[in-house]
């Protein structure tokens, strides 16, 4: 049985990947921590500590007192905050990935890290970008991704820590807000087209990038994690995708269920260019080759399961401002 530390666990992904290793791998078995503090259910059916991954002793203490052998390191600046502030994405993307590395080779533990499209830039391929390819972001999000792929590389054939990870597409969810990242348009369209019928979109109606509904991007951590090393020809960084779509792909989705949703544009330069710099679509074929990856929803499974629960959660649902949407 694995004992699991997740980290960053109460933003966007650990919000639902900390109750799925909970059911696979028992409550008391998964630690969830990050620099907040759970409010509400967040949390309440496991363990929870502050840990500041920045701080190696942090990690240590909390790797030492539950005998953790495996480090799911989601804590992390996203693209669009990155840019506003990207001294602090430096620091905390590099500062995190490096102390959560560290830690593993001293404890022995497995490393998951999550990359991004963002490891992508402007004069990478856009179509069907290949596993290996060219990697020259302009954003400082990318720059820290790409650097924590290679991290996780070193430290996998240096100290044969044994860290794997994925390179994650846009998620789509209804639990909890994302985090400050270029793709949360694709969040925000579903639970204005439930309350307000009405969006306005910060990304022009063509832009097109990879998404994928959450389930599908826990199912796939937790099976890249379980997966036969003998058969992972890389450690790191496999691509995975869904689906590729755009402010208006999305649009005609919803309205098949809200036909009167109304989308208008008020493009934010800054978004604007990370997207236009972030490939159209990603070729995931060694994944499904390597770990048997196939995602389950496409554009229209996802449409339909997140308008049905918004709709039963939005009598009361808000934007939660950094926590859960409330039921
Ligand atoms: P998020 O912003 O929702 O959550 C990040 C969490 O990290 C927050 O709860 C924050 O409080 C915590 N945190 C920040 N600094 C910390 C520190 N020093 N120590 C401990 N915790 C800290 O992000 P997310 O969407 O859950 O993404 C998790 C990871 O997945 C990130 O590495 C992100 O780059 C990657 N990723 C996410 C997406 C996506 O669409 N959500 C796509 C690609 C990759
Ligand atoms: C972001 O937009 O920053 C994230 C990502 C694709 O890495 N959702």
Redesign the pocket.
């Known amino acids: 049985m694995r004992r699991i530390l997740v980290?960053?666990?109460?933003?966007?992904?650990?919000?639902e990947?900390v109750p799925a290793l909970r059911e696979r791998y028992g409550n008391e078995n998964v630690v969830a921590?990050?620099?907040?503090m759970p409010t509400g259910q967040d949390g309440a059916d496991g363990p929870f500590e502050y840990?500041?991954?920045?701080?190696l002793h942090q990690i240590e203490v909390v790797l030492r007192r539950y005998d953790i052998d495996t480090i799911y390191?989601?804590?992390?600046?996203?693209?669009a905050?990155a840019e506003t502030k990207p001294m602090v994405a430096w620091d905390?993307?590099m500062?995190?990935v490096y102390q959560v590395v560290e830690a593993a080779r001293q404890h022995g533990c497995a490393v998951f890290?999550?990359?991004?499209?963002?490891a992508f830039g402007p004069t990478t391929p856009r179509d069907h970008t290949p596993q290996d390819t060219i990697q020259r972001p302009t954003t400082m999000?990318g720059i820290t991704?790409v650097a924590?792929e290679l991290l996780c590389d070193y430290y996998a054939s240096r100290f044969r820590v044994d860290t794997r990870g994925v390179?994650?597409?846009?998620?789509?969810?209804y639990v909890?807000?994302?985090?400050?990242?270029t793709?949360?348009y694709a969040v925000a369209i579903f639970h204005e087209a439930v309350r307000h019928r009405h969006y306005t979109c910060y990304l022009r109606a063509d832009s097109t990038l990879d998404f994928?509904y959450m389930p599908d991007?826990v199912r796939a951590m937790i099976e890249i994690m379980e997966a036969d090393p003998g058969r992972l020809t890389h450690r790191n960084a496999y691509n995975i995708t869904a689906m590729s779509a755009t402010p208006a792909s999305l649009t005609a989705a919803i309205r098949k269920y809200i036909p009167d949703f109304v989308i208008d544009y008020d493009i934010d330069p800054a978004r604007q260019a990370i997207a236009d710099s972030w490939p159209n679509s990603l070729d995931d074929s060694l994944a499904r080759l390597d770990w048997d990856w196939a995602p389950r929803f496409d554009l229209d499974a996802m449409t339909a399961d997140m308008l049905e629960n918004i709709a039963r959660r939005t009598k009361t649902a808000r934007w939660g401002g950094?926590g859960r949407y409330a039921d």
């Open positions: 980290t960053g666990a109460l933003g966007q992904i650990g919000s990947l921590s990050d620099i907040r840990v500041d991954c920045q701080r390191h989601l804590a992390a600046v996203l693209s905050v905390v993307n500062g995190s890290h999550p990359s991004s499209i963002g999000y991704k924590a390179r994650l597409p846009g998620l789509v969810s909890a807000p994302p985090g400050g990242g793709t949360d994928m991007a950094g």
